[in-house]
């Protein structure tokens, strides 16, 4: 069963556009990774401040290997500027598991 784990993060506003522009750098390393699924970095637009960093996986297996391995802490490097800190000290991981999913049905007209 696929899990997701979602970083939830506070940005204060003077620093959104430097987190995302962190991320449009980010490392690329994560849809390399055995068990990764999908990635997506979520912009709040209204009802929170919080971006959510969303991923999902093949198993918690999957991962934990990641986040405890080189590929996270890499991406997380980040050059030591203001941000990491500021954000760091607002940020919840959210853990679910998948326990339905659909997307478009290809009859639908959903055609490559
Ligand atoms: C202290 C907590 C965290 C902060 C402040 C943070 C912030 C960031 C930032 C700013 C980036 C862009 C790259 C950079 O400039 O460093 C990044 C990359 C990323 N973060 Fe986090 N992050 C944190 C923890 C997590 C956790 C727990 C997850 C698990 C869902 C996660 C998932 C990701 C992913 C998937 C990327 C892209 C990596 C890649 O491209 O290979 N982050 N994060």
Redesign the pocket.
């Known amino acids: 069963m696929s899990v997701v ?3 939830a ?1 506070s940005v204060p506003p003077e620093q959104q556009a430097r ?1 995302e522009e ?2 449009r ?6 849809e390399k990774t055995p068990g990764f699924e999908w ?1 997506e970095l979520l912009r709040p637009l209204e009802g929170t401040d919080q971006y959510l ?1 969303y ?1 999902r996986w093949s198993s918690e297996e999957a991962y934990r290997s990641w ?1 405890s391995g080189q ?1 996270f802490d890499r ?4 050059g030591g500027d203001t ?2 800190p500021a ?2 000290a607002s ?1 919840h ?1 959210w853990s679910y598991e998948v326990l339905e999913s659909a997307g478009p049905h290809a009859e639908q007209g959903q055609q490559a």
């Open positions: 784990k979602i970083n993060v987190f962190r991320f750098g980010r490392a690329g390393a994560v990635f960093v991923t986040q590929d991406a997380h490097a980040g941000l990491a954000a760091a940020h991981l």
